[in-house]
T-cell receptor, first 119, second 118 residues
Framework: DTGVSQNPRHKITKRGQNVTFRCDPI?????LYWYRQTLGQGPEFLTY????????KSRLLSDRFSAERPKGSFSTLEIQRTEQGDSAMYLC?????????????????FGQGTRLTVV | AQSVTQLDSQVPVFEEAPVELRCNYS??????LFWYVQYPNQGLQLLLK??????LVESINGFEAEFNKSQTSFHLRKPSVHISDTAEYFC????????????????FGQGTILTVHP
């Protein structure tokens, strides 16, 4: 298992442009989470999926943000009309929640993040 | 809703000295508690967690943390630090509800940068 993979690692974009990030979770994990981390702060929860269903969205997730997990595997996070305030590290994490209790639940495993700079 | 406060943003210590990184939390429901570590240019890694049972939990590299429900604290300690422990440490909580969320939706503290000097 190669862990949680995020691409790209770095993205510089001009204000007003759209950007999309990708997250590939650990293969058997059914839950996937997106977080945002700004300088000097801890990560802040944005949204999470169980399989392909988006179960919760934070109030931090404005209508310019959209996340998908179309087949319950990888996920994308798109930011439309980027603003300078969107500059941050975007973290993805995955975990296993086995509702049938055949396997133990796991903690969240994090990727290395995508650092977005809006200029 | 939960909140987490890490009382020290930076902690400088000398090698082989003991260290304590403080964490207090606030929650209206029971929580799971975690410490994550972030080494330079790496992702967050779980250091240790408290889910239930013994209130003292230990990591494989000598860190320990004690859950104190009355103080709503989960301080991280190590009796003797190494240069390689230099990193940023994050305390986090997850809402515990029977049959509800797993431990991936986390509320993090602001982080404590531990710098170990030779």
């Amino acid at each position: 298992d190669t862990g949680v993979s995020q691409n790209p690692r770095h993205k510089i974009t001009k204000r007003g442009q759209n950007v999309t990030f990708r997250c590939d979770p650990i293969s058997e994990h059914n839950r996937l989470y997106w977080y945002r981390q700004t300088l000097g702060q801890g990560p802040e929860f944005l949204t999470y999926f169980q399989n392909e269903a988006q179960l919760e969205k934070s109030r931090l997730l404005s209508d310019r943000f959209s996340a998908e997990r179309p087949k319950g595997s990888f996920s994308t996070l798109e930011i439309q009309r980027t603003e300078q305030g969107d500059s941050a590290m975007y973290l993805c994490a995955s975990s296993l929640r086995d509702l049938k209790r055949r396997k133990p639940n796991t903690e969240a495993f994090f990727g290395q993040g995508t650092r977005l700079t809006v200029v | 809703a939960q909140s987490v406060t890490q009382l020290d943003s930076q902690v400088p210590v000398f090698e082989e000295a003991p260290v304590e990184l403080r964490c207090n939390y606030s929650s209206s429901v029971s929580v799971y508690l975690f410490w994550y570590v972030q080494y330079p240019n790496q992702g967050l890694q779980l250091l240790l967690k408290y889910l239930s049972g013994s209130t003292l939990v230990e990591s494989i590299n000598g860190f320990e943390a004690e859950f104190n429900k009355s103080q709503t604290s989960f301080h991280l300690r190590k009796p003797s630090v190494h240069i390689s422990d230099t990193a940023e440490y994050f305390c986090a909580v997850s809402d515990y509800r029977a049959g509800g969320t797993s431990y991936g939706k986390l509320t993090f503290g602001q982080g404590t940068i531990l710098t170990v000097h030779p």
